[in-house]
C-alpha cells in the first residue's frame, strides 16, 4: 500500500500570511524548485481562513467572547461541558468549539474554518500545474482532537489530487488473509506526518511529502470520502 520510503519537509520561504494576501502565488513562489511531480503539499488550515478572510474580531479582553460565533458555525451541538462545546459545523466536521481558534493569529481576532477546504485544495493543486508544470497533490490540515483519546493530531479537512481513503477491502494481508472492513484514511496521515515537522508555533505553514504510494493520488474529496453520513455513525 505504501512507498519503501517517505521524506517530509517544510515548504521554506513562506513570510507571514494576513488577511488578503495573494496565497496562491506565494505558494507557487516558495514552491518553485522545491516540489516535483507526485508530492504532496499540507498546508495548514489558519492560512487558508487568513487569506481567504474567514477572521472575525472578537473582544481581546474576554477569553469566551467567541462562543456566540461557535454556534452560529454549527448545524448542532452535540455534547457540552462546562465553556466546552462539540459541535457539527457546516461542513459536517465535529469538533470542538466548530473549529474556531484563537492560536496563531492577531490579538483580537479568531479563524474560523474555511468555507469550502476542498475547493480551496482544489484551487491549489490547479494553479501548481498551471504556473510551475507540476502535478501534486493537496491536502488542507487542521488540529483536531480525538475521541476515547488524550491529546490532538492533525487531520485532512480538504484535499485535492488524492484519495482520501485507501479501501483494502477485499485485499489480503501479511499472511493471506482477506480483509473485510479495512479501509485507510491516508489523508489524515499524511496530514499527522506534516504536522510533526511544522509543530504549532513555528511559523512553518506548509509542507511537502514526498514518496506516497502512487495508487493514493487520483480524485476525491475530504468532504465525500472521508466524513461519515449521520445514518453511519452510531454516536450521534
Given at each position: 500500500m505504501s512507498g519503501e520510503r517517505l521524506e517530509v519537509f517544510a515548504l521554506e520561504g513562506f513570510g507571514e500570511i494576513v488577511p488578503g494576501d495573494d496565497l496562491l502565488t506565494m505558494l507557487v513562489d516558495a514552491a518553485r524548485d522545491q516540489v516535483q511531480d507526485g508530492?504532496?503539499?499540507v498546508v495548514t488550515q489558519k492560512i487558508v481562513s487568513k487569506a481567504e478572510g474567514q477572521m472575525v474580531d472578537v473582544d481581546p479582553d474576554d477569553p469566551l467572547s467567541h462562543k456566540p460565533l461557535v454556534l452560529e458555525e454549527s448545524v448542532r451541538v452535540l455534547r457540552r461541558r462546562g465553556?466546552?462545546?462539540?459541535?457539527?459545523t457546516?461542513?459536517?466536521f465535529v469538533c470542538a468549539n466548530a473549529g474556531i481558534d484563537r492560536s496563531n493569529v492577531a490579538?483580537?481576532?479568531?479563524?474560523l474554518l474555511p468555507v469550502d477546504s476542498d475547493r480551496s485544495a482544489r484551487r491549489m493543486q490547479d494553479v501548481m500545474r498551471a504556473r510551475l508544470g507540476v502535478e501534486v497533490a493537496v491536502i488542507i490540515s487542521d488540529t483536531f482532537g480525538r475521541p476515547w483519546r488524550r491529546g490532538v493530531t492533525d487531520v485532512a479537512i480538504g484535499s485535492a489530487g488524492i484519495q482520501p481513503v485507501a479501501d483494502l477491502r477485499g485485499h489480503p494481508d501479511a499472511l493471506?488473509?482477506?480483509?473485510?472492513?479495512?479501509?485507510v484514511c491516508v489523508a489524515d496521515e499524511i496530514a499527522a506526518a506534516a504536522d510533526l515537522i511544522l509543530g504549532k508555533s513555528k511559523n512553518t505553514p506548509v509542507?511537502?511529502?514526498?514518496g506516497c504510494d502512487p495508487s493514493w493520488f487520483g480524485p476525491g474529496s475530504v468532504r465525500q470520502d472521508i466524513v461519515r453520513d449521520p445514518k453511519d455513525d452510531l454516536f450521534r
Open positions: 508530492d504532496v503539499l465553556e466546552l462545546i462539540i459541535s457539527e457546516k461542513h459536517g490579538d483580537g481576532q479568531v479563524a493471506g488473509r482477506i480483509m473485510q472492513v479495512t479501509e509542507a511537502v511529502v514526498r
